[in-house]
């Protein structure tokens, strides 16, 4: 299951790539993120990150990486526990020097238990959680 937003930010493409480069400004842009911090590596592939966020009402702890690191196009995040994996893929397209089209990307694997409700349950929440995202991101990176 996945959700995905298109939106646009009055920031030069590379100033947008670099803020959402390092992950663990998600405290900034990801309203369900409580932290992040940087377990290893400088920030390219490979780059690995402990991440808390609150979800329904649950702390849910993931072990993210960096996976791709295409500046100043493309970024991807790959999370995981022993019952989920997230991946969080971001495009950038400069629309003028100013201005920054991203396309946001979340996909969600979870496991039997949580796979056969995950359609119902958590589905819903996951738009309305996407629309969240969408608007604290713009505010924040509009504010750098």
Sequence with gaps: MYVERTFTVTKPIEVVFDHLSDFTNTTEWDPGTVATTRISGEGGPGTRYANTSQFMGRRVELTYETIT????????????????????????????????????????????????????????????????????????????
């Design 69 to 144: 690191h295409q500046r100043p196009e493309r970024l991807q995040f790959r999370g995981r526990n022993k019952s989920a994996i997230a991946t969080d893929t971001l495009g950038f397209t400069a629309e003028g020097p100013e201005t920054t089209r991203i396309n946001y990307r979340a996909d969600f694997e979870f496991g039997v238990l949580v796979g056969l409700v995950a359609p119902f349950v958590v589905k819903p929440k996951l738009g309305a959680l996407a629309d969240e995202t969408v608007e604290q991101m713009q505010r924040c990176l509009n504010a750098l």
